[in-house]
Nanobody
Framework: QVQLVESGGGLVQAGGSLRLSCAASGRTFSSYAMGWFRQTPGKEREFVAAISGSGGSTYYADSVKGRFTISRDNAKNTVFLQMNSLKPEDTAVYYC???????????????????WGQGTQVTVSS
């Protein structure tokens, strides 16, 4: 089972960009579908983006479509979330998640994932 460590969060002004990274341990990273979720205090965890093990399939929440891009580098055991045109409502703790899967599958429910990172804070100021 992989272990996940997120990085790249921080404070940015509205309209700016950030790139989150999620580094995974293990030698079979390409056999894991990956997802990004976010959560703010008092709210439920929200799906952001997902990518299949091969990287060939992706899916986005409507709230981030066209602004965020999920990608992965299986040679480096890392998944990325490029966030552009950030809005104050994007402020949250962002978590990456992993689940063992066939290469063409991705998942959008948190309950489909069994491994989570510790989270990284993203704050967008207006």
């Amino acid at each position: 089972q992989v272990q996940l460590v997120e990085s790249g969060g921080g404070l940015v002004q509205a309209g700016g960009s950030l790139r989150l990274s999620c580094a995974a341990s293990g030698r079979t990273f390409s056999s894991y579908a990956m997802g990004w979720f976010r959560q703010t205090p008092g709210k439920e965890r929200e799906f952001v983006a997902a990518i299949s093990g091969s990287g060939g399939s992706t899916y986005y929440a409507d709230s981030v479509k066209g602004r965020f891009t999920i990608s992965r580098d299986n040679a480096k055991n890392t998944v990325f979330l490029q966030m552009n045109s950030l809005k104050p409502e994007d402020t949250a703790v962002y978590y990456c998640a992993a689940t063992h899967s066939r290469s063409s599958y991705y998942y959008i429910r948190g309950s489909d994932y069994n491994t989570w990172g510790q989270g990284t804070q993203v704050t967008v100021s207006s």
